[in-house]
């Protein structure tokens, strides 16, 4: 059995540190805030200006003027606070915040993380905040298909997409395994569908490094 994406979001929440300050990316990442442990404070950050972003509105309860970066409706936390724009990017640039966790089209074994522009005509690109997060953030998880709708594994050896970031990326979380990136090359951490190390190296097409007992 696979990981639905609410469950690979809780998967996440479970790792990022009570008093941490953290951006979610749009998409799945979104939904981390609705899983973060009861007990632990962290601290939402997003880019269009708010810090203390809480879970997503419930439908019907909406407030027009709370969003994230991705346009979702969200909540606030007690002492929320807005500000401008530059001001965000400045928290994202200056080392401000502890954890980010975006999405990617591909990451590579070492962490390089690709995540905004697939030279697909079709499709615009848009790098909005992603390389001052890249950059800028202490630690740096993605949240992605292992594979794509092709059927292409998205954690690969070397990115052949425009890189964001290189290096970035510690953990890779998908609805499969639990990856850690790094220079000595994949490390698999969690197996949610029952397979065993062999057979995802065979359909990944990666050497991996067995971490499970580490």
């Known amino acids: 059995m696979v990981l639905s994406r609410k469950d690979i979001a809780c998967r996440v929440a479970q790792d990022i540190p009570d008093g941490s300050y953290v951006n979610l990316g749009i ?12 007990g632990r404070e962290v601290i939402l950050h997003t880019e269009n200006g708010m810090l203390g972003m809480g879970p997503a509105a419930e439908e019907g309860s909406e407030d027009l003027d709370l969003i994230n970066a991705g346009k979702i409706y969200v909540t606030e936390s007690v002492g929320a606070s807005y500000f401008h724009h530059a001001d965000s990017f400045g928290m994202m640039r200056g080392g401000h915040l ?11 074994t070492r962490g390089d993380l690709a995540n905004w522009r697939t030279d697909n005509p079709a499709v615009i690109p848009g790098v909005g905040g992603a390389m001052d997060l890249a950059a800028g953030a202490r630690r740096v998880f993605v949240i992605m298909d292992l594979f794509s709708r092709a059927g292409e594994c998205k954690l690969v050896q070397n990115c052949t997409y425009p890189l964001t970031g290189p290096g970035c990326v510690e953990r890779v979380y998908t609805e499969i395994a ?15 569908d029952g ?13 991996l490094i067995d971490g499970r007992a580490s």
């Open 27 to 38: 998409g799945i990442p979104t939904l981390v805030a609705d899983f973060i442990p009861d």
């Open 98 to 108: 502890d954890v980010c966790v975006m999405g990617a089209y591909q990451v590579s």
């Open 178 to 192: 639990l990856f850690e990136t790094g220079p000595d090359g994949a490390r698999v951490l969690e197996i949610f």
């Open 195 to 207: 397979s065993d190390l062999g057979s995802l190296s065979e359909r990944t097409g990666l050497e």
